[in-house]
């Protein structure tokens, strides 16, 4: 494998003027879990890495006008936050599963989202949780609303000389509550075969579903969200009945392209869909009655 060169920028303007400079030539490394595994299996590495572990400013969790958390927040402190526990369930559920605690000491959510696997475990629950990623680049800062901000496999808007700075998410959760299902052959170190995250806000009686969000991943070639499934959903009064046929709409053609792989069937994955849909429906509205 060629030599790279190895820079540690100590700050955001550095990150970005070293972008600008190296152009197409330079890469970002954060944690590093999944560049240097890239790195390692095509032997290939770009001329430069730009590290951010320096950018201690954006390892962050904060409530202020909205959740904010930095790009350099690990999944561990994901995991450890009593406030994405109890307020951004849907997270706390996915950062906790993330390959181990070696990986979720030093994986970033930045790296998660940038990276953009369609299997990304936060991917789900930051979109249903309406979430708007924050760009900086030499042209300024700009947001991206999460459901716009993946492009393909591997693929989102993010320029070459922007920085993912942090995740936004809006306020008003009051009577949302989410929940975030990995399913996965074993319970440790395993990519989701398929990922379902759900978002309900539910009436003050908690009869009636007045708004809902629901998002999967490796069901598509990026994470989505299961439009004619919420609709479905919205303004219904809670039910099995009601939540077991918005599954149904979930796993079918109208919300996903789920396809066969390696490593799982299609049938199964869609069976997973329309099981756990209605499922996580439950445990979202649950966790708003516990709020
Ligand atoms: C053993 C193992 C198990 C894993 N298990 C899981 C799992 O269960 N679930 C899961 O979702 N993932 C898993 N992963 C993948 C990986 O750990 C996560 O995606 C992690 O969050 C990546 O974060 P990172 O900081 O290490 O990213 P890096 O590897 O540093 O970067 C990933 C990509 O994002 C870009 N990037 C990073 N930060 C920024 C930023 N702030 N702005 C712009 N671009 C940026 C990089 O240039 C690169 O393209 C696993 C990886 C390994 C090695």
């Given at each position: 494998m060629q030599d790279f060169e190895y820079l540690m920028p100590t700050n955001l303007d550095q990150a970005i003027g070293l972008l600008k400079k190296y152009e197409n030539k330079a890469a970002l490394i954060a944690g590093g879990t999944d560049v240097m595994v890239k790195i390692g299996k095509t032997r290939k590495a770009p001329d430069v890495l730009i590290s951010l572990?320096?950018?201690?400013?954006?390892r962050y969790i904060k409530k202020n006008g909205g959740y904010h958390i930095g790009a350099l927040t690990t999944h561990r402190m994901l995991e450890q936050s009593t406030l994405v526990q109890s307020e951004l369930s849907a997270l706390h559920d996915a950062a906790s599963q993330v390959g181990s605690v070696q990986i979720r000491n030093v994986g970033t959510l930045g790296g998660n989202i940038c990276n953009?696997?369609?299997?990304?475990?936060t991917a789900g629950p930051l979109l249903v949780l309406d979430a708007t990623a924050v760009l900086e680049g030499p042209l300024g800062r700009r947001r991206v609303p999460l459901k716009e901000f993946f492009t393909g496999t591997y693929r989102t808007?993010?320029?070459?000389?922007?920085?993912?700075v942090e995740m936004e998410i809006p306020e008003?959760?009051?009577?949302y509550g989410s929940a975030y299902w990995k399913h996965t052959r074993?319970?440790?170190?395993e990519l989701p075969l398929i990922g379902i995250a759900v978002a309900l806000k539910l009436s003050q009686d908690n009869s009636q579903i007045l708004d809902s969000r629901i998002a999967l991943t490796v069901a598509a070639p990026t994470p989505i969200r299961a439009y004619p499934a919420e609709d479905f959903l919205k303004g219904k009064v809670i039910a099995d009945d009601v939540l077991k046929e918005a599954g149904r709409i979930a796993s079918s053609a109208d919300c996903c392209t789920i396809r066969t792989s390696l490593r799982c069937e299609a049938w199964y994955r869609e069976e997973i869909v329309r099981v756990f849909v209605p499922r996580m429906a439950k445990l979202a509205a649950e966790r708003v009655k516990n709020r």
């Open positions: 572990r320096r950018l201690s400013a954006l953009a696997a369609p299997s990304a475990d808007v993010r320029k070459p000389d922007e920085v993912l008003d959760l009051g009577r074993r319970k440790a170190m």
